[in-house]
Each structure stands twice: as structure tokens, then as C-alpha cells.
């Protein structure tokens, strides 16, 4: 386990554990996220990835074990109030909002807009729209950047399988995020879509953004990667660079059974 | 002659009010509430009681000493329908809070209409509430009944009111948190927006709108009774906002007028068939039905679709006159 | 002692209804199970039985038990069609369970002033079997109505669990219920074998309806939908998972409102289901939809 000091640390998760009618899941696992990184979460199939990934996320909640995330706990925390502190997580199916346009999906994102709440969307127009503005200006450079400017207007529902991805990959940066945690981000899309989400992500390490991502395309992992936790029957086994990992033993060992 | 259209104008505000709430809480937020009618009708009984008083007409002296909380207030106009609109509001939270998370699944649907008909045989079967399947009647005309004009034009201000309301959150933010809600409520939630409070905002409001819709209504008509409320009433509302145009506030008013007025109510001016008294009231309510599966299926999206928002709004006026000077403008989306 | 000896007397009117809301209740989750929509439009099925009797008999003159034999089969087709032209169109179709369910309130409403239109709005009264006394033990009475009411009841959730548990219907059903996109891939022609779940929870909700009008006499437009207030918290009660829980819902609910209506008068009557409703989803409160069975057992 690598050490890091806590204000390296943006996840901490420690002795998580999460069982389905006598299954356990995830059990004991224990992970820590260095800021600024990009953590992969590799594991075989069964291993717990994505419950764990759920558990950080909010929609499940652990039997036991604790989170936090930035300093505070969050273990039992309401889905939407951690994505209003920076934890925004992405879904593994298509989770755009079909009949909203590719740019009212990206400005669904923003987190504090005076406009979305009964008051200050009637008697505080002049102040939602000044804010409007300018995140709808943020919105299209990111669309520029994402290659769907020229989808803008176009249902979401609309959209190939790959730009659903993308669109909700720019989605997630539009809410302005300190933590992401993408389930496969990368699977079912085209390799060109697929090159352009690795470049986007890497990017994204640039603005400060720390990266979660579970995947099970190995050379993504290599690509992308800094760090690695290998999850093995619902715990972290190893952790390390994907050099490291690929000489360890006990993963080779773990995953040919 | 002129009773007849004053009598559509006041059916058409008050469904077009309460369609337009209906049209908040299911066409925008995908909230699924088979007891609108109640609210509506709990409007009705409120707006009504609130301005009976003794000095009425003697038929409302016999009703009132028969209510179990002994409204009769006599109070004047605005305050019938702001009480009917905070009595919906109030029976809306306690729906909402009792549903809880079930109010966005079909099985929530489904105990709305299990509360819709506990309600409905309770407020037939217990006298002394709203008195039973004979209602309350004599309810006295705000103004008079030689100002029906009068009124007619403050029914059309609290449509216009309705509608400013509904137009003005339907086009800003908090009606497109909505949406997304509607759209894909988990990945809502992912993007940090609180799902059970936003609908239990929309279901409050719209509802209390639905109430407000009700008390409109009777201060017209003047007598309420169970009759005027039985469960196949919500279609009509479901019907406005379907054909109309799920999601489009225009559309809900356009929806009531051909559904709620038109279909509904200006047929029952017809001279009846004497020997089947029943038989055009009946058809209305298949041909009602019927239209509301055709659109769900032809034309799902209703007569006017729910439309893309329109950026060009967030500019100031000056920029917008602006660019119309210059002739800079391009082609409407 | 008063009350009790009221209990006891009453207690055949409420069998006769628990056996009734059985029925229907059977049929509503049975519908849910294989189609995943809550048909609002079951009270109309039983409505339409009490009339399609009626109409056999007064103006077919057929014998009753011909009449309603038929009424019931009528009844099963009807909601064969509604399944087939309506609800498994606009379940394919869209993703929400909301459109269908709403599609089966426009036909509730349909339904219930079609039978308007066509027999106008009075009541009528059908003159079935016999009202005289067949068992008597103390207070408690049962008429040869009753009896047989209870007893078609019982065989026809006799007859369905057979079908269940020991023919290839009821297999490919409950397998439909499982997983019915798995189900299409093994072969089974997911589409006929639901229609023909929608035949047999016709004939039950037929069943119901025609019991229904035994035990009142009268039948008006209303029969069903009125009734409908008993299935939901009944359906809810049992939990929606299983032919047995759909049956102890309709007992408890049956029992428990018929008891309800001596103790406090019988305006309350429909009150004791909406509290046990609401109850049920104050302690759960994910709703529902969080119950460990949510599949068709059948029965174990």
C-alpha cells in the first residue's frame, strides 16, 4: 500500500463492506485516492468493482466501513449533496436526458445556478441569466472540445452510443468536479471515440481533476493510469504503478484463478 | 346567449388552470398523480364554504349548520381561492410525504388512486364534512350576480396569473432541473440535483394550483357535490395535457379548450335525446378516452411539442433589439 | 358479546367478499407479473361480466349458469384484446411503466360509459340461484348463493394453481415473469403465453365480477371501479409477488373492513384499507418495490 499524507488524499475508504443476500460484495476493502491522479480499479469479473464504485458514489450504502472525501465523511451521505461537493460519478449505460438538447444536458450540469430553485427562478431572472451566460459560453467551448458543437441542438436521444459517452463524459466537467468516478468509460465505442476519451481524461488530470476509473481494457489502464488497485473478491489486493502490478504475483495468480 | 360563453370562458380558465398544473407535476416532472381531481375538488369545497355565509340564501343557512367545522365566513372574494389554494397545498405535502420515494413509480400511481377513492366514498358516506353526496350549494357569486362580467375577467386574470407562473419556471433552470428529472431521475441525482424535493416542490405547487382551478370554478357555478368529481374527472386533465403538448404550458391551455371545454362541457348545452338522456354524456367520455390512446400512440408528443430552449433569451433586450436592427438574426431553431 | 355475535353473523357476507376480492386481486397481480403494468382498468372486467350476464339472460334468454359461463369467456377475451391491441403495443414501445397504466385509466373510463351508452345508466337486478339458507350453525347463516360464490372461488385458484405448477403454460409463464427477455431466447412464444395470462386473469377478474353480483343483487356501471378500492391496498398487502400473498391480502383486507364497518359504522369501511395502504408504505420506505418477491411463485 502506498503511504501518502492526508491532505494528498482526496478518497479515503477504509473497511468497506457491502454483502447482497449472504454475498459479500465488497468486502473490508480499503482504498486511498492521491489527488490529482488517475486511479485505476482493475479486478477479474465478480470482484465488486462496480458495487464498490456504487458505494462511493452513493447509491448503495456500505453495512459497514467509512468514507471521506475531502475531509469529511461521507459514508452516508445523499447521493446528489456528495455531487455538490465534487463527487460526480458516470454511469455504465447511457445516462443522458433524451429529450433535452446536447446543450441543455450540458448546462443541466451546472451546480450552483440562482435559477434552480422556485424563488430565484421567478423574481431573480436579471441574476440566473448573468450566470447563464456564462456557463453557456463555458458549455460550448467544452462541446468545441468534446467535437459535438455541431450537435448542439440535436436530442440527446439522437445521439450515436459513442457521442452519448462523450457527451456525458463533457457532462461531468461541466459540473466543475473534483472527483470522478467513471464506470468503463471506454467500453462499446469505436477506437477513434475511444483514443479521444483517453485524451479527454488525461486532459482533464491537467485542470486538477482526480480521476477514479474502473476498466477492463488493460491497455487503457496502462495508458491512462498512474496508480492501480487491483480488487480481488470484494477487497484491494495491490496497489501500484501497472508495472509493478503486472510483475506481482499474487495478481498474476488471482487472475488465472 | 351570453350566459353560455361567460359559463365556457369561466370552464375554460379553470381547467386551463388546473391543466397547467398537471402539466407541471406530470408533463415536466414525471410525477404520476391519479387523484388531481381531488385537489381540484378539495379547491371546490374550500373556495366554496370559505365564502358562504348566513346572510346567503337560505338554502345555505340550512347547509351551513351541518358542517362539522362551521364555515360559513362569508369572507370576501380573494381569500376563497387563496385558501382553497393552501388547503391543496397542505393535503399535497402530506400525499407527498406519505408516498415518499413511491411518488415517481407506478406503484405510488397506484395508491394515488387508492386515496382518490377512500376520499371520494368518504366525502359521499360522511355528512358531516362536506355534506355528503348532496354538496354544498348557494355558493354566492363574488361580485353579485348582476357583475357575472366582472367576474368573468378576474377568472381570465387568475388564468393569466397561472400561466405566467407556469410559463416563467417551465423556461428557467428549475424547469429544466425538472426535465432532467423526468428524463433520467438517477442520473439527475448524480449531477447533484435533490430529486424527492424538487417533486415534492412540483407536486405542492401544482397541486395548490389545482386547488386554486377548483375554487374558480364553483364561485361560478355555485354548488359542489361528489358528482361533480368521480375518478374519471383526472382523464380529462391527462387528456388536456396529452393532446396539448406534454411539457408545453401553451399546450395545456390549448388542451383544455378542446378537451375540457369543448368535448366536455359546450355539448351539454345540446337538447338531450329524451329517450336516452345518458347517451351523449357517455360518448364524451369514450370519445375522451379514445382521442387520448390515439395521441398516446400517433402523436405522443401532442399538438404543440414541448420546445427547445431557446439561448437567445439569455440576452439582455438591448442585445436582442440589437440584432434584430442589424439584421444579424439567423434562423430560429 | 354483541359484537362478536355481529362478527359471527357476518362473517359469510365477508367470505363471500374476501373470496370475491381473491379473485380479483389474483388477477390484477397476475397481470402486473407478466406485463409489469397495474391495470387500472380490472374494475371495468368485472363490471362487464355482471353485464354480459344480464344481458344473456334478459335478452338472449339463456339459463343463468349458461350466461355466465359465457359472460366470463367474454370476459377473457376482452382482456385478451386489451392486452394484445393496447397494453403490449405500448409496453414494447415505451420505457416507463407510466404511458400503459395511463393508456388503462383512458380505458377505464372508455369501458365504464361504453356499458353507459349501450344499457343505459339504472341499475338492474339479476335474479341468480337461490337466496334461501343452505348451512346454519348458531348465528352464523350461510345462503346456497354464498356457497356457491365461495366455492366457484375456490375452485377457479384451485384450477389456477394446477395450471401453475403442473403444465407447460405455467411454467413458460412464471419463466415470462422471470426474465422475459431470457424466456424469448429459450423459445417460449413470450407474446401468445402472455395473452393467454391476460385470457386467465380475465376469466378470474369475470369470475369476480359475476360473484360480485351475486352477493349484492344489483349491478350498476360502478360495480367494478368501486371495488377497485379493495383491490389496491389488497394487492399492495399481498405484495404483489405471489398467488398466495395476493389471497391473504383480498382475506385480511375483506375481513378486516367488514369487521371495521360493525365496530365503527359503515361509513369507515373503506378506511382500513387505505390505512393498512399507507402503513405499508410508511415502513417501507422505498415503497413497495423493495420486497424480496417480486416474482410469481405460484405458491411453494
Known sequence: MMSASPEDVILDCTGVSRSFGGVQAVSHCSLAVKRGSITGLIGPNGAGKSTFLATIGGAITPSAGRITFNGNDITAMPVHLRAQQGLIRTFQLGSDFPRLTVLENMMAACQDNPGETIIGALFQRRKWKRYERDRLAEA?????????????????????????????????????????????????????????????????????????????????????????????????????????????????????? | MSFYIYTLVIFACSFGIASLGLNLQYGLTGTLNFAYVLFFALGAYIGGMVALGSQNAPIAQSLGEQFAFGLSLSLPYPLGPLAAALAGALLAAVVGLVLKRSLRDDFGALATVAIFLVAYTLAGSYTPAVNGYDGIAGIPSPFGDENTLLYVFVAVGWLALSYIIAAALSNSPYGRRMRAIREHPEAAEALGKPIFRTRMTVFILSNAMAALAGAVLVAFVSAWSPLSWQFPETLVFFSAVIVGGRGNNLGAVLGAMLIGVALQQAVLFLPAIPAAPTLIPALQWVITGVITIMFLWWRPSGLLPERKTNWRSLQPWSVRLGALRLGARSKPQ | MATLHLFIADLAFASVIAAVLGLATVAFSLQYAVSNVLNLALGELLTMAAYFAYAGSRYGHLPVWLAGLIAILMVGVCSVGLNHFLIAPFSRRSTSAFTPMIVTFAVSAVLEHLVVAVFGPNSFTLQLGNTSTAIRLGDFALSWNELVTIAMAIVAMVLLQVVLKRTLLGKAMRAIVDNRSLARACGIRTNRVTDLAWFISGCLAGIAGLALLVSTGTGNSLLGTSFLLFIIPAAFLGGMGSMYGAMIGAVVIAFASDWSSILFGSQYKVVIGLVLLLLIFFVRPSGIVAMPSRRWEGGK
Not at chain 1, 501497472?242 to 495468480?253: C, K, L, S
Open chain 1, 140 to 257: 460550448k467551448e467544452l462541446l468545441v472540445e468534446f467535437r459535438l458543437d455541431t450537435l448542439q441542438d440535436e436530442f440527446a436521444g439522437n445521439l450515436s452510443g459513442g457521442q452519448k459517452r462523450l457527451l456525458e463524459l463533457a457532462r461531468a466537467v461541466m459540473t466543475r468536479p473534483r472527483l470522478l468516478l467513471l464506470d468503463e468509460p471506454t467500453v462499446g465505442i469505436n477506437p477513434v471515440l475511444r483514443a479521444r476519451v483517453i485524451e479527454v481524461l488525461l486532459d482533464m488530470r491537467r485542470r486538477g481533476v482526480t480521476c477514479l476509473v474502473v476498466e477492463h481494457a488493460l491497455d487503457v489502464v496502462e495508458e491512462l493510469c498512474d496508480t492501480v488497485a487491483v480488487m480481488v473478491t470484494g477487497s484491494v489486493l495491490r496497489m501500484g504503478t501497472m508495472q509493478e502490478i503486472q510483475r506481482d504475483e499474487h495478481v498474476i495468480a488471482a487472475y488465472l484463478g
